[in-house]
Nanobody
Framework: QVQLVESGGGLVQAGGSLRLSCAAS????????MGWFRQAPGKEREFVAA????????YYADSVKGRFTISRDSAKNTVNLQMNTLKPEDTAVYYC???????????????????WGQGTQVTVSS
């Protein structure tokens, strides 16, 4: 099993920044992707960003491209999401997820991810 614990959520004004972190522990894999998803009230869970652990290649949703940056710290086994220029529409519960893979890509689809954190609330006020 893999345990994922998110931290760093909170309340911020529009235009501000937040940094989310996800600490992974437990079973390790030779290769996997780490992703961030979010879910706003009444809406489906949506892809935000992902990173291939082996290559550090990154993937972003169009809605966050240029504002959010995903990164990984191999020594600490953590993945981070730096969120800048936040907008009220970024308000959601943000989830970290892990997807053991046989290749070095990352999926945009939540169904591909086997392990999930408990989520952290991000609220952006206007």
């Amino acid at each position: 099993q893999v345990q994922l614990v998110e931290s760093g959520g909170g309340l911020v004004q529009a235009g501000g920044s937040l940094r989310l972190s996800c600490a992974a522990s437990g079973r390790t894999f030779s290769n996997y992707a780490m992703g961030w998803f979010r879910q706003a009230p009444g809406k489906e869970r949506e892809f935000v960003a992902a990173i291939s652990w082996s290559t550090a290649h990154t993937y972003y949703a169009d809605s966050v491209k240029g504002r959010f940056t995903i990164s990984r710290d191999s020594a600490k086994n953590t993945v981070n999401l730096q969120m800048n220029t936040l907008k009220p529409e970024d308000t959601a519960v943000y989830y970290c997820a892990a997807d053991p893979r046989i290749d070095d890509t990352a999926s945009y689809f939540a169904s591909a991810y086997d392990y999930w954190g408990q989520g952290t609330q991000v609220t952006v006020s206007s």
